[in-house]
């Protein structure tokens, strides 16, 4: 896993005293975002409650978008929820995390500057496999036809993704 990440400058152990167990932390210096961007056609058709994204490649993991189209959590019936998540997280070694930050965007189809994002940075693990947004964005919001997120019952997701380092336990 560590081996394909190009450009990394510190690596880190820390010891417990204890019990001789610690953590390497390795950081990627000159770190390099991947862009994936997903078109949703017959949006209003779809059945699930969760809509994954065509997984894409970033760092050494596959990763995919989930888009819950009536909402998840605090944002069901009310709004469009969008998270980032591990594609296969067993694929992860035993006791390990990355640590990356993320944006992720509802673009707006007819006007460059009406695109709906949000960025955050999270430790992704086979535990803690998704991070995002219950209520992303207003299901009233994104149907207004004028605003471009919803075309020919096509919606397009983006994801911009930096890995920034990767935790394991010693």
Known sequence: MISKLEATNEVFVCKEGNTGKGESLLMVKDAITYKQQSRIEKFSKLDVECYDTQAFNAGDQKW????YPKGKGTGIGTHISLFLALADPSTL???SKIYAKFKLTIVSQTNSNLH???TET????????EC???RFL?????DYPSLGYLVKDTCCVEAEVTIHGVASRT
Not at 64 to 67: A, T
Not at 122 to 129: D, G, L, N, Q
Not at 138 to 142: G, H, I, R
């Open 64 to 67: 995919k978008i989930q888009v």
């Open 93 to 95: 070694p035993p006791n």
């Open 116 to 118: 709906q994002s949000r």
């Open 122 to 129: 999270y430790w992704f693990s086979a535990s803690k496999k």
């Open 132 to 134: 995002g947004w219950n």
């Open 138 to 142: 207003t299901l009233d919001y994104f």
